[in-house]
């Protein structure tokens, strides 16, 4: 069984990002995994899964949803090897601080070396970055710009949008992979997608055909346009 | 004595009609929001000067903006100045000003600009019927619509205001007003509440009620309707729409009582309201290409679970067309949040320049879906045709069908 936990789906789930969650499970059962999505309400407990799903999130929402996470176990299975997939801010909340409203800095999870501040302007609109040499596409809607400790490897370099800083966008660590790409950023990148569900169950995946690759060629072929 | 009005606003005036006139004649649309734009431009304090000495309803909020608006129109009962074409930023309201000199004015506002209209139109009454996610990419908080609110109506004395108990950000919003009128009203999308507005920390949905360990929790109410025959302020009301879905019954509750509090007579207005069959060509039959359909605006998430959840369990067709322009909003991620899983046996045709994002969101709902790509090509039925579009594709599907 392959359990997909989606975390404080109430809190980080502003953009459809629940959406991921449906698509990684519908990709898997369509190969024959069993799998199942589990919400995790603020008053749970954080489950052992193959894999977590943090959305983003509103400012308040983002700060309770770092105090919760912070008192809970997730951090403790992260570094057992529990495998996370996290967008927006949720992205900002794995890092060592971010600053959301004002510029008041609130301590993040501290799992991965990334700071995140306020940038000087909103970053709304499409969002292309190349990753492993092909195109991740999505929407991004975010105030913030993080910097990447040394040695921290990002998930990919912006070609359109901002991602982290106009350069790089997102990061990826053996535990955790991260973008700025909000809401069903899964649904719209199924060679993406795949990627995430291999390194959940830990195998290659054959790949499949759905209505969603002519929704991947469109986009991109928008993007590069 | 009404104060004199400035030369400079009659020459506004003027132009707002001339403008208007001038792109209806050119047919640029329906010629509301460029005249405004030009006498906005003329005489900035306009819209004070065109409300002033007049009963002003100001109506806002996510969903039901426009139908509620209609309802009140049509329950007042006199002539009413309004903006039924929808055009709710300041150019469509002094449009509305300019093209009916009526006492009695009700107009839906955008969210957005709330404050700056009441700050200029001094109302008698502002209905605030909810606050949920819609267009984030470009209104992108929905906290922060409701911190301006609250500080509007912390500020604005004289106004009654009609607001939802059942939001937790409209009553965030509302809470510091004067006089609120807090009206039970169905409210089933609450998701972009779990937070406490006031604290952060979770909010406790129980029953018919709610709170958060800070205090804050939902107010008494003046007017109920969840659940059971509609009240205002004590008066029994028997409610019959032609309009369907429980929204509706939602925003007819907050409409009555906007007009109890203008002096309008409720039976009378009751009547007139429960007669209402469609609004701003919502709901209506419409035809075209010899298919029947009937045309539902559904333009967020919580707008489209209202809307499906008065679809029939028939297996018709349905028909869904999603765009991503500046008006809808760039980013539809929202398909996301919308329970599409409800359309499970119907049979989907999508359209809309978005067709492949809503296929998409269909395939995994595991909702059997059609993607449109030639027209023609549609099955002929004699079934009406329920066809859900958000705003533009909604505004393509009423200019391209005709009434029945």
Redesign the interface.
């Known amino acids: 069984m392959l359990t997909i936990a989606l975390i404080y789906p109430?809190?980080l789930?502003?953009?459809?990002?629940?959406?991921n969650a449906?698509?990684l499970a519908?990709r898997a059962r369509r190969r024959g995994f069993d799998s199942e999505i589990v919400n995790v309400g603020?008053?749970d407990e954080v489950p052992d899964a193959a894999i977590y799903l943090l959305g983003g999130g509103?400012?308040?929402?983002q700060?309770?949803g770092a105090d919760l996470l912070r008192a809970s176990s997730f951090a403790a299975r992260v570094r057992d090897g529990n495998f996370v997939f996290a967008v927006c801010a949720g992205l900002q909340l794995l890092g060592t601080s971010f600053s959301v409203e004002g510029d008041d800095e609130y301590e993040g999870l501290g799992l991965v070396d990334a700071t995140t501040t306020r940038g000087e302007t909103?970053s709304?609109?499409?969002l292309l970055v190349r990753v492993d040499g092909r195109a991740l596409v999505g929407?991004e809607?975010h105030g913030g710009r993080t910097t990447l400790g040394e040695g921290v490897e990002a998930l990919g370099a912006v070609e359109v949008g901002r991602g982290n800083d106009g350069t790089v966008d997102g990061f990826r660590t053996p535990e955790l992979w991260a973008s700025y790409a909000?809401?069903?950023v899964l649904?719209?990148n199924p060679w993406f997608a795949d990627k995430v569900l291999g390194r959940a169950l830990g195998r290659e995946l054959d790949p499949l055909v759905?209505?969603?690759d002519?929704?991947y060629d469109?986009r991109v072929a928008t993007l590069a346009r | 004595m009404p104060r004199e009005t400035p030369f400079r606003d009659d020459v506004a005036k003027g132009a707002v009609r001339t403008v208007n006139l001038l792109s209806r004649l050119a047919s640029r649309g329906s010629g509301t929001v460029i005249g405004g734009r030009v006498g906005l431009a003329i005489a900035p304090g306009l819209l004070t000067n065109l409300a002033r000495g007049r009963d002003v309803v100001l109506v806002s909020g996510t969903n039901g903006k426009t139908t509620t608006t209609a309802m009140i129109a049509a329950g007042w009962g006199s002539r009413v100045a309004t903006n039924d074409t929808g055009s709710n930023m300041p150019e469509g309201l002094v449009a509305a000003l300019v093209a009916s000199k009526s006492r009695a004015v009700v107009l839906e506002v955008d969210e957005a600009w709330l404050s700056d209209v009441a700050r200029a139109t001094r109302p008698r009454v502002i209905a605030l019927l909810n606050l949920s996610r819609d267009q984030l990419d470009r209104a992108n908080e929905v906290r922060q619509i409701a911190e301006r609110w609250r500080a509007l109506l912390a500020d604005l004395s004289d106004v009654t205001v009609v607001a939802n108990a059942n939001d937790p950000l409209v009553v965030y919003a509302a809470e510091l007003a004067p006089n609120v009128a807090w009206c039970d009203v169905p409210t089933p999308w609450t998701t972009d509440a779990v937070s406490c507005p006031r604290c952060t920390k979770p909010l406790t949905f129980a029953d018919d009620s709610w709170w958060s360990d800070c205090g804050f929790a939902k107010p008494q109410v003046l007017v109920t309707t969840d659940g059971g025959p509609l009240i205002v302020r004590g008066t029994p009301l028997a409610v019959d729409l032609q309009l369907p879905g429980a929204f509706n019954e939602a925003n007819a509750a907050m409409a009555l009582t906007a007009l109890s509090f203008v002096e309008v007579d409720l039976q009378d207005a009751l009547e007139r309201v429960n007669a209402l069959s469609s609004v701003a060509g919502r709901f209506s039959l419409r035809q075209w290409r010899g298919h029947k359909l009937r045309l539902l605006l559904a333009k967020n998430p919580a707008g489209f679970a209202s809307m499906l959840s008065t679809l029939k369990s028939d297996g018709v067709d349905v028909w869904v067309a999603i765009n991503a322009r500046v008006a809808d909003g760039r980013d539809p991620s929202w398909l996301y949040d919308v329970p599409f899983e409800l359309l499970r046996g119907h049979r989907v045709y999508c359209f809309g320049d978005r067709r492949l994002d809503l296929a998409t969101r269909l395939d995994f709902a595991n909702v059997a879906y059609v993607v449109v790509t030639d027209e023609s090509a549609l099955p002929k039925s004699s079934d009406v045709i329920n066809v859900l579009a958000n705003y533009t594709a909604f505004q393509e599907w009423r200019a391209r069908t005709k009434a029945c």
């Open positions: 109430e809190l789930g502003t953009y459809g990002d629940g959406g449906l698509v519908e603020i008053a509103e400012d308040g929402p700060r309770l909103r709304v609109g499409e929407f809607n909000h809401g069903p649904a719209m759905t209505v969603a002519q929704l469109e």
